[in-house]
């Protein structure tokens, strides 16, 4: 692609991202997202970046030129091929955006499962945690257990 021709071509130039930018009169990040084919030069920075390259416009966006009866592209094929990688990108963001985005659902549903999961074990818990008793209760249980003892004393 794209992309991948404007930094092989910069890196056979020995040039950094920086050194093109500068003499291409943009900043660092543009060449970045031109190489990273998030974004492509118009026609007229797609002429000035072979020039700064030292290739053809042809050869930067692919294409081999024929020996000797190769004839520099026109505005309008380079238009045209700007576009198809202009209409690819624009595939190649919309699937990515679908994959988040699908990510992102999965994610949220588990998450909610999770927290209605642990609510419910939380729920769970207080229902067979006992609850503490009264002094009245208490006072019951020790007299029965006297009372109890007392009947054992008796019986032996």
Request: without cysteine; charged residues 30%; negative net charge.
């Amino acid at each position: 692609m794209l992309g991948d021709n404007i930094k092989a071509f910069r890196k056979q130039k020995g040039m950094t991202q920086e050194e093109l930018a500068e003499r291409l009169h943009v900043v660092r990040q543009t060449v970045s997202k031109w190489e990273k084919n998030l974004s492509v030069p118009d026609a007229a920075a797609l002429q000035e970046l072979a020039d700064a390259l030292d290739v053809t416009v042809t050869q930067l966006l692919g294409g081999e030129p024929e020996p000797e009866t190769a004839t520099e592209p026109t505005r309008n094929d380079i238009a045209i091929q700007l576009a198809r990688y202009n209409d690819l990108m624009a595939v190649k963001n919309h699937r990515a955006e679908r994959i988040w985005k699908t990510v992102k659902t999965v994610l949220l549903v588990f998450l909610a499962f999770v927290i209605i999961l642990f609510a419910l074990i939380i729920a769970g818990l207080r229902a067979y945690t006992p609850t503490s008793t009264s002094k009245e209760e208490t006072t019951e249980i020790v007299e029965v257990d006297q009372h109890d003892e007392t009947e054992n004393d008796l019986a032996e």
